[in-house]
């Protein structure tokens, strides 16, 4: 199983993962439907389905163009306000193209809607892949708003610190910890510096820091990350932990979560900050959205 990691937008990442062997291929949140394309065919590939986190449109906006070009594709999601749906998700169900395995797991809080993709391939020995949308932002990057991202994880906007306490610690924490993450968003370096502000003396954090850092300078992705090395590096899954405890001044690990989203949210600075009116009329869909990479605006 091949995982092609693509650069879109600001920080975004799609991806496309192919069967190597008979080269059929399913994306997870396509963004960017010509290069999507582009990519499909420098491949050599046969795009079977899509995946779709969440609703949005940094993360879904490709899907009505890719369905005008491939009609017969399948559009999976949680959510009905995700653009293309065709087929609609619950937790747990269990997909299959070919060789690759995909499980769904619902993960609801950035969205009321966002699922996370759990895909393995049959008799294959390599690791297998979660692809976490928004929900964990890999500390590997900026605090964003999706699930899981390297070294953090995604803002509440549907959610509470309880869902997402359940989401990182029994929906994800249950996983293979040699599971790969490839998260939606590019924000490791800043949400490292989070984590080392929680963390100061965690040796991970300041070499995991040290490594995004220098990626960063030749651009070059940070994803994936592996679970194993979240929890030892990504305060949002260490809330049990006594420094993080400490910080957040609670011992309650909801508690604990809950305080660490807001000090993460206090911890950007205004200039990193993308005004909400214009995040809402981006998510509606009232601003103009040009495919290029350089022009489109900051997403959520």
Known sequence: ????????????????????????????????????????????????????????????????????RFPELQVYGADDRIGGLTHRLVHNQELKFGGINVRCLFTPCHTSGHMCFFIWEDGC?????LFSGDLLEQ???????????????????EGTAEQMYKNLSETLGSLPKDTKVFCGHEYTVRNLK????????????????????ARDEDDIPTVPSSLEEEFLYNPFMRVREEAVMKFTGKTNPVEVMRVLRKEKDEFKKPKDRFPIPAVLAFQMGFLSQSSSDENSPPRT
């Open 1 to 68: 199983m091949k995982v092609k990691v693509i650069s879109v937008l600001d920080d975004n990442y799609m991806y496309l993962v192919i069967e190597e062997h008979t080269r059929d291929a399913i994306a997870v949140d396509a963004s960017v439907a010509k290069k999507l394309i582009e990519i499909v065919r420098k491949e050599g590939a046969h795009l079977k389905a899509v995946l779709t986190t969440h609703h949005h449109l940094d993360h879904s906006r490709g899907n009505p163009d890719l369905l005008q």
């Open 125 to 129: 020995p390599d690791a297998p892949a």
């Open 139 to 157: 500390l590997v990057g900026q605090t964003h708003r999706d699930t899981l991202f390297v070294g953090g994880c995604g803002m509440f906007y």
């Open 194 to 213: 989070f984590a080392l502000k929680v963390e100061p003396s965690n040796e991970k954090v300041k070499e995991k820091l040290a490594w995004a850092k």
